[in-house]
């Protein structure tokens, strides 16, 4: 059974900021992205992410990534880089145009006028858009064959100053409303539902509210919910609620200090800690000064403490009304059903001015350059000279661009920096100027377009040199023009993208409705962004005709280096900044407190104490069962099922998966890393990258990257490691995951034989860039997903394969490449030698298996490749397993790094104690997350997130924290999980709901490319399919009494845990001094 599907895929609905960018034509290569990463959630461990995250994540979510969602998603992905090609109408598929349409007097009934239709051939969809005659609100019904259906709700909601109100508003709205009247109707559809995805976003300058599930009668209820949600909330009746998500005031007692609390207030202290995020946000305030965008929608940490309840209040009447919104359908419902479930909702309404209020203004553009400097919290260890950052930004227009030239501008970012080959990424990265690219290219999701490039881990001195570079490398991009291959490259990666269309976990729904909403939020045409045949047909023709420099050198000229309209952002690192923020923020509470009388101070501690105990009391049995559920009976009573043959071909293993995936074949080559030695281990991420990015003796990288680009739809190497389930040795191995159109799997397999066997590790000035880039990279994830890193080291100190991942991807990952940085100067012919030798012991027959996803034809017919491939691997007599035996030293530990916020982890082995895996652990730990942690650790502690993962692989169970503003206090709660269980009364329509959730994620939606793979791991790890309907059967009848004995099994990790947090050095000081050095003290930044 899926075990690590089970459990790892419990917030599936959450997607990874980093792996998240704007959406415009071709910034689909990175919802490709986001698609691998729906993968991860089997990979039980973690690795590298080989993708620079290029663009700055915009949007604030309700819920944040799962400890595994972020930090197991990096170990795969498709990266852009190797994204790519096909020849223009290679993949298409037949549909029929009978898609339903609903009658007109029917949505004259309901209230609606149509107001245009069109029948959309690039997603095979029959889209009409209608109108609400009462209140102006605007409806998208799109029609198909998909049965993951979508639903959104948006409304436009500009902020006047950065308080947080939409964010704030966005997390409030969700906390109870007139149907249904409990504490958060949200969580109960986390943990009841089939949704395949479920979550909330705030732009700077809309909110949005998606769900999406493959089940009709699920569908309607999420959507009932959300309706009524946004309609009618409770919280604009509810100071409590916006104090709970906004801020507050917190004190327990009159004699201890004051301190602000607020789960939004949390969150975004998080995110002003990220150096890349606190960048972002400066050079979208500069690049905007004079409307919306020069606030922050998320909210400042020192500015929303002034918001105020009335201010809030007043937002949600004004803004969210049906005048001001836009609504999205997609799927195979009926088209009918969706106008009466909203006329039910939009006719208590009548017509508003909100649109006029809302309409956001243009930015005139400046006539001279800006240039400002910021600070950064560093920590004080390392080279602060080398910490610069350094980034670029212009507006590239006064007002928004036609479609045809965004697509254009699309295409040329792709050729700028889309690959590691294309030149203004190639350039910045060769220069050695700085470890790792920044700003996000272009960036058109918000009313003007923006273009940002810049480096990071610059040295001061040289930060001029940089813009220097920067400018004449775009320059020369405007005077010489692409090369030809480079163009038709881009091409290719771009169309197999489109036509691809690989959302992964995403739905493919949801990313149509956001891609369409970036043009109606601004009262423009909603089907144009959903076309691009068109306009990519007349851009192909143009190149052909006029060569791609006449096309793209006057948008250089035009768009950047003849626009005044430039911010140079500046940032410099303050080692200082952290404490100073810090110390700011005391003193105004102190100030506060002095302010207060006696009886104030008694009245907070009070109120203080109210809400607590109205957060932890658990809504009334009435309340919950207002929230519609499905029934057990609703459903299936077998896992679903992936389509698997296993043969031989030469010997070698074949697994192939007969499935419909639009002429594309997915392949995956796997290869032993058993024979590994284990010192060679942490130089494993930087193999699989020189394979593709270093070159062969015929091809340089650039020609190499190019060829995947232009015969494939792109390769990846990443490593994968588990432990397997009753069993000392850890399944690992390296995966290399390939895509081609059926017509090209010839070359795809050529192409993995020649980054196999072929590629050389001898460019000693690249690799070192590399390792570089891999700091920076894990620099980031420290401070951004430092669950994810205490995870990894918790797991390093309880079993083999987690030592293995934490050497690949974790704190000990970031000691090496510091190390290596210095080893590749003075010993490469080492380095390359240890490169070379994890090839040879790689590549053999006896070590591979072979994974295989098409339709039976294109299944068959891609055998002789294989063949041909096989033959070309060398045969070792037996592939000897090396000595694994290296686990991390047991003890606590506290990784010290510049944060406003911790991360905060607890685990402990659950095997060990005898327990025997059974499938009511699935129902219980997401249970725990959605109960107990959620009310304590988030809604009264105050933290972003908090959650359990069970890794019923190695039988590590663990609790994690996010964004967390304590630290010993969330221990404790971990600490109480066993007793809350024990003593857990529950009915059984709680139960029935925990049951169906668990069964939710279990079942998750899952492309064609995405079972196949997940079948794959399963065959890796043993998992049959014997076990996967005896782990349902479990899960289906799991009772109370299991929770309570699971109660008992937990407290293995109160007694006998090992903990691990990031957080800052005063909390961590502080936690020290309170419980006699519970932690070893290291430090990380
Ligand atoms: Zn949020």
């Known amino acids: ?98 898609a339903s349409t609903v009658p007109d007097e029917v949505a004259a009934k309901y209230g609606f006028e149509k107001v245009s239709g069109e029948f959309i051939g690039e997603c095979k969809s029959k889209a009409v858009l209608f109108k609400h005659k009462k209140t102006g609100a605007e409806v998208m019904s799109v029609s198909n064959d998909d049965e993951n259906k979508v639903f959104g709700i948006v409304f436009r909601t500009p902020p006047k100053d950065s308080t947080g109100i939409p964010h704030i508003l966005e997390h409030s709205v969700l906390c109870g409303s007139r149907k249904y009247p409990l504490k958060e109707p949200f969580v109960e559809l986390l943990k009841g539902s089939l949704h395949t995805f479920l979550n909330a976003f705030t732009y ?222 190639k350039i910045l990265l060769e220069s050695g100027l700085g470890d790792a690219i920044v700003g996000g290219g272009i960036e058109d999701e918000l009313l003007q377009p923006q273009f940002s490039i810049g480096l990071k881990g610059v040295f001061e001195e040289h ?99 003849n626009n005044p309209h430039c911010v140079t952002v500046e940032m410099q690192p303050d080692p200082e900044k952290a404490s100073h923020d810090e110390a700011a923020e005391r003193e105004i509470l102190e100030k506060v407190k002095a302010s207060m009388t006696e009886e104030d101070l008694a009245e907070l501690a009070r109120a203080t104490q109210e809400l607590r105990l109205k957060q932890e009391t658990p809504d009334p049995p009435e309340a919950l069962r207002s929230v519609p559920s499905l029934i057990l009976r609703d459903i299936p009573k077998e896992p679903i099922h992936v389509p698997t043959e296993v043969g031989d071909i030469n010997g070698v293993k074949v697994l192939k998966h007969d499935l419909f995936t639009n002429d594309v074949l997915y392949a995956e080559i796997v290869f032993n890393m058993r024979s590994l030695k284990q010192e060679l281990l942490p130089l494993v991420p930087l193999f699989c990258q020189s394979l593709l990015e270093m070159g062969t003796k015929d091809l340089t990288f650039v020609q190499l990257n190019q060829l995947i680009g232009r015969k494939t739809g792109g390769i990846s190497v990443y490593p994968f490691t588990s432990s397997v389930r009753g069993r000392e040795d850890p399944c690992s191995h390296i995966v290399v995951r390939g895509k081609a159109m059926a017509g090209r799997v010839e070359d795809l397999f050529n192409l993995v034989n020649c980054v196999l066997q072929e590629v050389r590790f001898t460019d000693q000035q690249r690799f070192k860039q590399f390792v570089s880039q891999s700091k920076a990279r894990m620099e980031n994830r420290l401070r951004g997903s430092g669950h994810g890193i205490a995870a990894a080291r918790m797991d390093a100190k309880l079993n083999v394969a987690g030592w293995i991942s934490e050497q690949m991807g974790g704190v000990s990952y970031l000691e090496f490449l510091k190390a290596l940085e210095k080893r590749v100067d003075q010993d490469w012919a080492g380095v390359s030698s240890s490169l070379e030798e994890i090839r040879i012991s790689l590549l053999s027959k006896n070590g591979c298996l072979i994974n295989m996803t098409a339709d039976g034809k294109n299944l068959t017919n891609s055998e002789k490749y294989v063949s041909k491939f096989l033959d070309l691997l060398p045969s070792k007599s037996s592939v000897e397993a090396a000595a694994w035996n290296a686990q991390l030293s047991p003890g606590n530990e506290a990784i010290v790094i510049p944060t406003q916020v911790n991360y905060v982890g607890k685990a402990a082995n659950i095997y060990d104690t005898g327990y025997k895996l059974h499938g009511s652990a699935y129902v219980i730990s997401k249970y725990i997350s959605n109960t107990w942690l959620w009310d304590r650790v988030r809604v009264s502690g105050g933290a972003y997130g908090g959650f359990c993962d069970f890794d019923t692989h190695s039988g590590v169970f663990s609790f994690l924290s996010y964004r967390d503003p304590n630290l010993l206090k969330t221990l404790d709660v971990y600490d109480g999980s066993g007793a809350f269980l024990r003593e857990l009364e529950m009915d059984n329509d709680t139960l029935t709901k925990a049951i169906i959730g668990t069964i939710g994620d279990v079942d998750s939606y899952q492309l064609a490319d995405a079972k196949g793979y997940s079948s794959l791991l399963r065959y890796l790890l043993g998992i049959t399919e014997e076990e996967r309907q005896k782990r349902r059967e479990e899960i289906l009848s799991t009772s109370l009494k299991d929770f309570k004995e699971f109660g008992e099994v937990i407290e293995a990790v109160k007694d006998k845990g090992v903990s691990v947090v990031v957080a800052s050095p005063e909390d961590v000081d502080a936690a020290n001094k309170e419980r006699s050095n519970y932690f070893d003290v290291k430090k990380a930044l």
Not at 53 to 60: E, F, I, K
Not at 509 to 519: A, D, E, P, T, Y
Request: charged share 25%.
């Open 1 to 98: 059974m899926e075990t690590a599907v089970l459990l790892r895929s419990s917030n599936k609905l959450i997607f990874n900021p980093r792996h998240y960018s704007p959406h415009n034509f071709f910034r689909l290569l990175s919802s490709s992205s986001i698609s691998s990463s729906s993968l991860t959630p089997l990979n039980p461990h973690r690795s590298i992410n080989p993708l620079t995250a290029r663009s700055l994540p915009r949007r604030r979510k309700l819920i944040p990534p799962s400890a595994t969602s972020s930090s197991s998603s990096p170990s795969f992905h498709f990266n852009k880089h190797h994204f790519s090609t096909l020849s223009p109408h290679a993949i298409a598929t037949p549909y029929s145009l009978d």
């Open 204 to 425: 700077p300058d809309r909110t949005c509210y998606p769900v999406a599930s493959t089940n009709t009668k699920d569908f309607y209820n999420l959507v009932d919910v959300y309706l009524d949600a946004v309609f009618f909330p409770k919280c604009v009746e509810d100071y409590q609620t916006f104090q709970q998500e906004g801020w507050h005031f917190e004190l327990n007692d009159p004699s201890e200090e004051i301190s602000y609390k607020g789960v939004v207030f949390n969150e975004m202290k998080g995110v002003y800690s990220q150096p890349d995020n606190i960048l972002g946000r400066a050079a979208q305030q500069a690049l905007f000064p004079d409307n919306t965008y020069g606030v922050d929608s998320g909210g400042d940490p020192k500015v929303i403490p002034k918001l105020t309840f009335e201010q809030f209040k007043e937002f949600h009447g004004k803004y969210y009304h049906p005048s001001n919104a836009r609504i999205w359908f997609y799927g195979d419902d009926d088209p009918s059903e969706r106008l009466r479930i909203l006329s039910e909702y939009l006719d208590m309404f009548d017509a508003s001015s909100a649109p006029n209020e809302s309409r956001v203004e243009q930015q005139k553009l400046f006539s001279e350059p800006v240039r400002i400097i910021e600070k950064y919290p560093a920590g004080d260890g390392g080279d602060l000279k080398k910490k610069h950052m350094i980034c670029l930004n212009w507006l590239l227009a006064d007002k928004p661009l036609d479609l045809e030239t965004e697509l254009t501008l699309g295409f040329l970012d792709h050729l700028m920096l889309g690959t590691p080959a294309s030149p203004l990424r």
């Open 463 to 561: 930060i001029q040199k940089v813009e220097e570079l920067v400018m004449s490398t775009l320059k020369k991009l405007k005077e010489e023009g692409f090369e030809t291959e480079a163009v038709e490259a881009s091409m290719n990666t771009i169309e197999f993208s489109l036509r691809e269309n690989n959302t992964g976990s995403f739905p493919r729904g949801l990313s149509l409705m956001l891609r369409s909403i970036s043009k109606w939020i601004y009262d423009m045409n909603p089907f144009e962004p959903l076309k691009y045949e068109k306009p990519l047909m007349a851009l192909k023709a143009r190149i052909a005709e006029e060569g791609s420099k006449a096309v793209f050198s006057p948008l250089i000229e035009k768009f950047i280096l």
